[in-house]
T-cell receptor, first 113, second 112 residues
Framework: DSGVTQTPKHLITATGQRVTLRCSPR?????VYWYQQSLDQGLQFLIQ???????AKGNILERFSAQQFPDLHSELNLSSLELGDSALYFC????????????FGAGTRLSVL | QQQVKQSPQSLIVQKGGISIINCAYE??????FPWYQQFPGKGPALLIA?????SEKKEGRFTISFNKSAKQFSLHIMDSQPGDSATYFC???????????FGRGTSLIVHP
């Protein structure tokens, strides 16, 4: 167990809808990272937060947004969902903003029908 | 543009054999090269990592070989075991942020 908790494990929704994925980092970790894993694109970095502030941005669509709260948990919001958004979404955390050692959660599997 | 190319896509090895997975990168600014192991239903887990100032790093049965001039690095799993059956991802990142760019993954099956 990595200590990173993601909820829900599975999410089934329809096109055009909006969903929120939640991540609780390991105790003491200040950085949270979001990744998307799909058959088409592989494993891709979306966005990083460090102690509540956005630190780095990757291939994140404008329809997607994230935030990190004062208790350090993070949420990834996906809106106007399309079929192609179906993927595994992983959250990872690290102690500092230096992400050389990241601990991944078990992921949320999103199915857009 | 795929910045980190990984091969093979899948690999079948007999128990006790050597598993070899190769990666090549393009961006010479990359200076941190981790390998991740992912079991079904789990997230990736950091297995071993290397920086370009060394050509080899060994941890137990796992060894990374690094060739800076060729911009290539590889993972060797010695005495492969059925419990090693998983998907392996190589990655590369720049120092500072350490945000990884992943290869496409290699599905390893070790037959008993």
């Amino acid at each position: 167990d990595s200590g990173v908790t993601q909820t829900p494990k599975h999410l089934i929704t329809a096109t055009g809808q909006r969903v929120t994925l939640r991540c609780s980092p390991r105790s003491g970790d200040l950085s949270v990272y979001w990744y998307q894993q799909s058959l088409d694109q592989g494993l891709q970095f979306l966005i990083q937060y460090y102690n509540g502030e956005e630190r780095a941005k990757g291939n994140i669509l404008e329809r997607f947004s994230a935030q990190q709260f004062p208790d350090l948990h993070s949420e990834l919001n996906l809106s106007s969902l399309e079929l192609g958004d179906s993927a595994l979404y992983f959250c990872a955390s690290s102690v500092t903003d230096r992400g050389d050692i990241q601990y991944f959660g078990a992921g949320t599997r999103l199915s857009v029908l | 543009q795929q910045q980190v190319k990984q091969s093979p896509q899948s690999l079948i090895v007999q128990k006790g054999g050597i598993s070899i997975i190769n990666c090549a990168y393009e961006n010479t600014a990359f200076d941190y090269f981790p390998w991740y192991q992912q079991f079904p239903g789990k997230g990736p887990a950091l297995l071993i990592a290397i920086r370009p100032d060394v050509s080899e790093k060994k941890e137990g049965r796992f060894t990374i070989s690094f060739n800076k001039s060729a911009k290539q690095f590889s993972l060797h799993i010695m005495d492969s075991q059925p419990g090693d059956s998983a998907t392996y991802f190589c990655a590369a990142s720049k120092g500072g942020s350490y945000i990884p760019t992943f290869g496409r993954g290699t599905s390893l099956i070790v037959h008993p």
